[in-house]
């Protein structure tokens, strides 16, 4: 059953904590991205990859990173230095047409 | 710079009643377009999409969207909504010229509610 899966699904960090947040797809597709959803505004690209071992930042990429080590896995970290981390993460892989995991909320506490 | 509107932040309708949500596009050139759902806590579902041909396009769930190039929209209709329909709807654009997921733009999301 093919398909993107993020986990973990609620995930709490303490300040100046670094979090990663998992992103597996097995749709054997090149390209992924994350990004990020705040109430009330669209989704924001953080970082998409295009191909292994190469990706590029999006518009908000600072205080987060990304690796991409296997065509199937886009992990990202939530640094500490991400001012204002509290947000709904969401993965998605694709060309033109993505598809979406089912998202990570993670909440600084 | 391109940009996505979506005029109404939150809709309220009764169900069984029609239903259109508003998008419109600034680019210069005709993009490719989508409309896609989101439940709570959850991730995106593509509802339908317009790359060319037939301006009337007809999505899942008994969605359908038409594209008009002279007010640059693609206007998301569903005749009859079902209280399942609740959830929150992006447009969203990207340039043929580069066709990547890369450029694309969303819309802020319209919120809607129905009503039993």
């Known amino acids: 059953d093919g398909g993107i899966t993020q986990s973990p699904k609620y995930l709490f960090r303490k300040e100046g904590q670094n979090v990663t947040l998992s992103c597996e797809q097995n749709l054997n597709h090149d390209a992924m991205y994350w990004y990020r959803q705040d109430p009330g505004q669209g989704l924001r690209l953080i970082y998409y990859s295009q191909i292994v071992n190469d990706f590029q930042k999006g518009d908000i990429a600072e205080g987060y990173s990304v690796s991409r080590e296997k065509k199937e896995s886009f992990p990202l970290t939530v640094t500490s230095a991400q001012k204002n981390p509290t947000a709904f993460y969401l993965c998605?892989?694709?060309?033109?047409?993505?598809?979406f995991g089912a998202g990570s909320r993670l909440t600084v506490l | 710079a391109q940009s996505v509107t979506q005029p109404d932040i939150h809709i309220t309708v009764s169900e069984g009643a029609s239903l259109e949500l508003r998008c419109n596009y600034s680019?210069?050139?005709?993009?490719?377009l989508f409309w896609y759902v989101q439940s709570p806590g959850q991730g995106l579902q593509l509802l339908l999409k317009?790359?060319?041909?037939?301006?009337l396009v007809q999505g899942i769930k008994g969605f359908e969207a038409e594209f008009k190039r002279s007010q640059s929209s693609f206007n998301l209709r569903k005749p009859s909504v079902h209280w399942s329909d609740a959830a929150e709807y992006f447009c969203?654009?990207?340039?043929?010229?580069?066709?990547?997921?890369?450029?694309?733009?969303f819309g802020s999301g319209t919120q809607l509610t129905v009503l039993p």
């Open positions: 998605a892989t694709g060309a033109n047409v993505l598809t």
């Open positions: 969203a654009v990207v340039p043929i010229s580069s066709g990547s997921a890369r450029q694309l733009t």
């Open positions: 680019y210069g050139a005709t993009p490719y």
């Open positions: 317009y790359f060319s041909g037939d301006t």
